[in-house]
């Protein structure tokens, strides 16, 4: 039966025999190849992919890049398989032989600068060291570990493996080009499939042929149907389209091509018949999706996807055409196309040439030095270029598999696979640190400092004098340096002198490529993570194209009376004061030529560029900043002119909703340019300002007094002196227009209220009369006030004559009933915001910014889609038994605390007169019976009570008495004291209010130690501290109210019972002025309870990890300065070995967001999944940075936590850190769910709320409410000195456990 079967296989092949595209062979591939060569004579860059379809009319151009790049093989390569075309038919049938001869010449020269040739080749091209059997010995090494560890059961491939440096051992399979670790990206497939057959071919291994015919059966049973060329990732979602990769399929036509000559070379002529089918059949829907004559298209197809997560997808690719033109090439070797037309079938009529082996073939029985040799004169980078495999395709050195460098260079990952060093090692393979320094713009035309070639058009660097740069920012026609190192990308050919396009970088997956000479504020990156489950999501962040020229910054200062010399003439070019101030484009080039001619020891520009920060090459210092501060300037110009702004928000009146007391709140938009990795990005997000409310005034201020009724009865002289200044506070510089007759419309703020209604306000005319405020504007006005007993705003304007400016913020603090309203207008479920945030960029308008385009700033219009991870869930133990978190929660019911505490006693204040005695009954019933199924014990349901009145002001008495009544009751003291508040209880009394396990000394849950080896490990004891400050509110007398530090710190092996110091210092100081004090005291009580409770041999920490929190960007170098040197100041006081110190900045206050492209990914909030994790794409450019939204989504749209590694004396892994910060996520106390930040600076959070409280409560000090009256700069530093001294530490008693749980 199964020679039945194969029968008719094999009839069914020789009736179906496919035909030959005729493309293959078209004079088209010679001409664009030779049209792109041809235009340089000493070439210094190569082409590697076309512009992506975003950049319009540069569409089809080659993108280029310095000759270091792993894919400049490929171009030289075609033209030599143009040169073997042309042996193959000499008569010159399918190309002539002055285009041979052409190609070949142009194949050495584009050579020449990136190997030295070897004499013996017949090309005049590397042939490879073919004998050297330890070449031989490394590669089939090399070759059986990717079998080994690459190749699934299924025969898809892993795309990167990674491997110990040390011992070899496999540390993870994952990807870095395809969608996820678990899928299969296409390309590395067809690499798979070529590498192998080459291997089988190379050493006749039958393993290599089983593995090629594997890899190579898995390729076909999962193409399309219709056209079968395949997607970038089998695995892509399917929605939207995913794009196809034609590189992929002609990578993998020719490897099924040459597997059907290894078939043939062993007598199976139905697999022969089988491969020559697919490998056809896969050419001609090539040919028919992708195929491309227009002559403005410089590669040979389309549709290629050299890193879709890049956006470099449906463009041309160097490799793509090369192994197009490989495939034709073999096809004649095959002698299934002939040179008369370059047509045939796959069985072709070929006469005598009929069975007989080609050339290149190798029969098994053949030794392996003929092998290599017969094989040496295939022009495949791949295989012969620069001996042994070491060309530019694979270089030998490189690592891993077949593509090498995740299309391009350096790093981890990438289309690269292992690195080998040595036979076995492999390794993580990758792109460079961004985009190539700048290629030539065209032909020299004239000199090197001509039309672009090396240097641009505006003198010696691109028109640096001043007549074509960019002054913050203008446009230079030259780019900078053009086709040198570090300049602009450009296109081959016209248009001559332009910037060119600048490519899409490639980012590196492995991180550790960064040079050690670029300084970062904290850690450079060592790599990127690689733990979890792939999950695609959107985030609100916009590519941003910024050119390639310098921005100048000009530093007038006092100078600036010289800038009104300098505005007489016409200029195409924007200056932008500090003030805001936008001279017109046409006044200020004769501004800038007059500072730096005139004046050039005065106006001194600080020339930047930020492409070689983003990409890895410069460091981050005052000129990157400025250059983003003017990216941002640019940004926010076109929005400001027309809508009213904060710092970095505007705001429109078409979404709006009234909040009440005379307040609206406004729908605005956040935009912010950040750098990001290889590329620069747009923030943008939806915020909410508050407004007042226009209209006329005295509606305004009876709104805010909630008064209703005439105003006589609410803004007249008998109004209560509080309420007035409230009003005053509340209305002060807000902007009204005023206007009386025959005048026009004047606009002035608000300073005071008169204490005097209008009629009775009396003030000197002009002519020395006295007249009153109702007087003068009836006579001005023609009419008598409607109001004349209301007060007047000042300079006397009658109030019901104002009229409230619409569109003006309201900068206070919003009252606390109306908070609500706030949150429910801001909050918005992520498909919505994500919606609004689509719709802000109609309002935007980025594309017709004429600032924008002066800057040469493109935005992307759509939304990034980036790959984030899951993380695994840390499991969690209670008394006895374990759970595993499910989307950010768990359930505790059934299960014992880990470590239950004993109640001594329990005390019971009640300041609800309408809680009765059946009601306190039920309730001391009920919470007895809880504390027993949880493993409390001491809980009785005998509990003394204290009936007390809630408006009575010494608590503290009440604590002592109900203490007192217990003792004379049962005869000791209690440790439990339960309050029962009034609804809407008393702030006061809930801060003296103290919970029951943890806030006695007991631990809740642990997270199992194998979720946290880290700080598990009994030889390196941890130390995990959390730190926060918090400030006083903004406003009259923020200076005379202090801020409030905290630190928090495990003192129990299993980083769970936490401990708390406070302090105060000056407002506003974000430094911790007393860290180092307060780090002993941490430390100290962390030695003492290894000590005393878990009698550990090691008391001193080995490893400590300070999490800081409320530290924003800017402030990252003091912490770096001031407060990690106080850090290791403790521990040098407590004469301990120093240990490991690692400090992370955990940021909340961002405005990145991401949401799921698909809604499987989401939870039911319809957010991202708890856990999820972003460190590649939109994190910094140079430092070790991640977002971890580490919570489950309840309301609105989930914000993750931004963690920035400043200090890393423990040489974390990335997969590391981002697991061990998740897993802290899981530890607090009051809480069966994860939460948003790691749970030590949630404490020092909460520490610092609670820390106003550190005074008496019947003292003058304990008022430290936001309406603190302003006073001068001395009184407000002895207040402030006050409030330090006075500062209650906490109770020794209290100070061991978590009282602030």
């Known amino acids: 039966m199964l020679s039945v079967v194969v029968l008719a296989c094999s009839l069914a092949f020789a009736a179906a025999a496919p035909s030959i595209p005729p493309e293959l062979y078209s004079p088209l591939i010679t001409q664009k190849l030779l049209a792109v060569a041809q235009n340089f004579s000493n070439p210094s860059q190569y082409p590697e992919y076309t512009t992506p379809p975003p950049y319009g009319d540069q569409i089809g151009r080659w993108v280029w890049f310095p000759t270091d790049t792993w894919t400049n093989g490929f171009f030289p390569a075609a033209m030599m398989l143009l040169a073997e075309r042309a042996q193959s038919c000499s008569g010159g049938q399918l190309i002539s032989a002055s285009d041979a001869a052409t190609a070949l010449g142009q194949g050495r020269t584009w050579s020449a600068p990136l190997v030295t040739l070897e004499t013996g080749s017949k090309l005049g091209h590397d042939v490879g060291n073919g004998n050297s059997s330890a070449y031989r010995d490394m590669a089939i090494s090399h070759a059986d570990k990717t079998i080994q560890n690459h190749v699934r059961a299924d025969g898809s491939t892993f795309h990167v493996v990674v491997y110990n440096s040390t011992d070899g051992a496999v540390i993870a399979q994952e990807t870095h080009q395809g969608y996820s670790n678990t899928s299969t990206w296409t390309r590395g497939q067809a690499w798979a499939m070529y590498g192998f057959t080459s291997m089988y071919n190379r050493t006749g291994l039958s393993r290599y042929l089983d593995t090629a015919r594997q890899v190579s059966q898995f390729y076909v049973d999962h193409l399309p149907t219709g056209n079968s060329v395949p997607p970038w990732d089998f695995d892509a979602p399917l929605s939207p389209t995913p794009p196809r990769d034609t590189s992929s399929a002609t990578v993998a036509s020719s490897a099924m091509l040459l597997l059907s000559q290894m078939e043939t070379s062993i007598g199976n002529s139905t697999g022969s018949a089988y491969w020559t089918d697919k490998a056809l059949t896969l050419l001609t829907d090539t040919i028919s999706l992708a195929w491309r004559t227009e002559p403005e298209w410089q590669a040979v197809l389309s549709n290629g996807t050299s890193f879709f997560s890049e956006g470099v997808y449906d463009t041309g690719l160097t490799y793509g055409d090369y192994y197009f033109v490989k495939a034709g090439n073999i096809l004649l070797d095959m002698g299934l196309a002939n040179c008369n037309s370059g047509m045939g079938s796959a069985t072709p009529a070929c006469g005598s040439n009929c069975g007989s082996t080609p050339a290149t073939i190798v029969t098994q029985t053949q030794k392996s030095g003929e092998r290599l040799n017969n094989e040496a004169n295939q022009t495949d980078p791949k295989l012969a270029d620069r001996g042994g495999g070491r060309g530019r395709g694979d270089r030998g050195r490189g690592r891993g598999g077949a593509d090498r460098g995740g299309d391009r260079g350096r790093g981890r990952g990438g289309d690269r696979g292992g690195r080998g060093a040595g036979a076995d090692r492999g390794g993580r393979g990758g792109p460079p640190a961004g985009p190539p320094a700048g290629p030539p713009a065209g032909p020299p035309i004239g000199s090197d400092r001509g039309r672009g070639f090396d240097r641009g058009r505006g003198g010696d660097r691109g028109g640096e004098s001043g007549a074509d740069e960019r002054i913050l920012v203008g446009r230079g026609r030259g780019g900078d340096r053009g086709g040198f190192r570090g300049g602009p990308l450009a296109l081959a050919g016209p248009p001559i002198g332009g910037g ?58 006092e100078w600036a009376p010289y800038l009104q010399q300098c505005m007489a003439a016409l200029t195409t070019y924007l200056v932008i004061l500090p003030t805001g101030k936008v001279y017109p484009s ?47 300037v640019a940004v926010r110009m076109e929005p400001i002119q027309n809508n009213p702004f904060n710092v970095r928000s505007f705001f429109t009146p078409d979404e709006r909703r009234p909040l009440g007391r005379g307040i609206e709140l406004w729908r605005g938009y956040f935009q912010s340019v950040r750098p990001a990795i290889g590329r620069m990005v747009v923030n943008l997000d939806i915020s909410t300002g508050t407004f007042y409310k226009g209209g006329p005034l005295i509606g305004l201020c009876l709104e805010f007094l909630g008064a209703y009724g005439q105003p006589e009865l609410h803004l007249t002289a008998r109004m209560d002196g509080r309420r007035r200044n409230d009003l005053i506070k509340f209305i002060r510089n807000l902007k009204v227009k005023t206007q009386k007759r025959g005048e026009g419309p004047k606009i002035r703020p608000i300073k005071d209220l008169s204490k005097e209604g209008a009629s009775d306000h009396m003030f000197p005319t002009t002519d020395g009369a006295m007249t009153t405020v109702a007087a003068f504007f009836s006579l001005a006005n023609g009419r008598a006030l409607t109001h004349p007993k209301v007060l007047s705003v000042k300079a006397y304007v009658p109030m019901e004559l104002c009229e409230v400016v619409e569109g003006q913020p309201m900068r206070k603090q919003v009252p606390s009933d109306l908070v609500k309203g706030v949150l429910d207008f801001s909050t918005s479920r992520p498909e919505q915001r994500l919606r609004s945030i689509m719709n802000g960029l109609q309002v935007l308008q980025y594309g017709s910014s004429s600032y924008l385009q002066d800057f040469g700033i493109d935005v992307d219009p759509s939304p990034m889609l980036i790959q984030g991870r899951v993380l695994p869930t840390p499991t969690l133990q209670y008394g006895g038994s374990e759970i595993r978190p499910a989307n950010g929660q768990w359930n505790m019911r059934d299960r014992k605390l880990w470590k239950p505490v004993q109640i001594m006693g329990c005390v019971m204040i009640n300041y609800d007169n309408r809680f009765d005695q059946q009601s306190q009954r039920s309730m001391i019933e009920g919470l007895e019976e809880a504390c027993r199924s949880v493993g409390i014990t001491g809980m009785t349901r005998s509990v003394p009570i204290l009936q007390k009145d809630p408006m009575g002001t010494t608590y503290s008495n009440h604590l002592k008495e109900a203490a007192q009544l217990y003792r004379k009751e049962v005869g000791s003291m209690p440790n439990l004291v339960i309050v029962v508040l009034p609804d809407r209880g008393n702030e006061d009394i809930y801060y003296r209010i103290k919970k029951i396990n943890v806030k006695l000394g007991g631990i809740n849950v642990i997270p199992k130690a194998s979720s946290v080896q880290f700080l598990t490990d009994p030889s390196n004891p941890t130390l995990v501290l959390g730190c926060d400050v918090m400030h006083p509110t903004p406003g009259a007398g923020y200076r005379s109210r202090p801020s409030f530090t905290a630190l928090t710190g495990n003192i129990d092996s299993s980083s769970s019972r936490f401990i708390a110091t406070s302090r105060a210092q000056k407002a506003g100081q974000e430094m911790v002025e007393d860290l180092e004090e307060m780090v002993s005291d941490v430390l100290g009580k962390y030695m003492a309870y290894r000590r005393d409770v878990e009698k550990k041999k090691i008391l001193a920490p080995r490893r400590v990890i300070f999490y800081r929190d409320g530290v ?190």
Do not use: W
Not at 602 to 612: E, Q
Not at 1131 to 1144: M, Q, R, S, Y
């Open 1112 to 1301: 924003s960007e800017g402030q990252f170098k003091q912490v770096v300065e001031i407060e990690v040197p106080r850090i290791k100041s403790a521990f040098a006081k407590a004469k301990i070995l120093p240990p490991k110190l690692t400090v992370v900045i955990v940021g909340k206050r961002h405005h990145n967001r991401f949401f799921p492209a698909n809604q499987k990914d989401a939870d039911k909030s319809g957010n991202a999944p708890a856990g999820l994790v972003i460190d590649r794409e939109i994190t910094n450019p140079l430092e070790f940075d991640f977002f971890l939204q580490s919570h489950g989504g309840l309301l609105g749209t989930s914000r993750s936590a931004h963690y920035s590694c400043l200090v890393d004396e423990n040489s974390f892994t990335a997969d590391d850190l981002q697991q061990l910060s998740f897993s802290l996520c899981h530890v607090y106390a009051r809480a069966t769910r994860s939460v948003s930040i790691v749970a030590p600076t949630y404490y020092a959070d909460t520490v610092c709320a609670r820390a106003k409280h550190h005074y008496d409560p019947d003292g003058t000090l304990a008022d430290l409410s936001d309406t603190a009256s302003q006073m001068s700069s001395e009184a407000a530093e002895a207040q402030m000195n006050l409030y330090k001294e006075r500062f209650k530490p906490l109770h020794p008693g209290t100070a061991q456990n978590m009282y602030f749980q």
């Open 500 to 557: 060119g396009f600048v490519a899409p970088p490639h980012y590196p997956s492995n991180a550790a490529g960064i040079s050690h000479l670029i300084q970062a504020v904290g850690v450079r990156r060592p790599h990127f993570g690689s733990v979890g489950v792939p999950v695609a999501v959107y985030t609100n962040n916009f590519k941003a194209n910024i050119p390639n020229a310098k921005i100048y910054q000009y530093d007038v200062g």
């Open 586 to 632: 046409e006044l200020t080039m004769k501004i800038i030529r007059a500072m730096q001619e005139s004046n050039p020891d005065i106006f001194t520009p600080k020339g930047v560029t930020l492409l070689r920060y983003i990409q890895g090459e410069q460091s981050h210092d005052e000129s990157v900043l400025t250059a983003i501060n003017a990216c941002n």
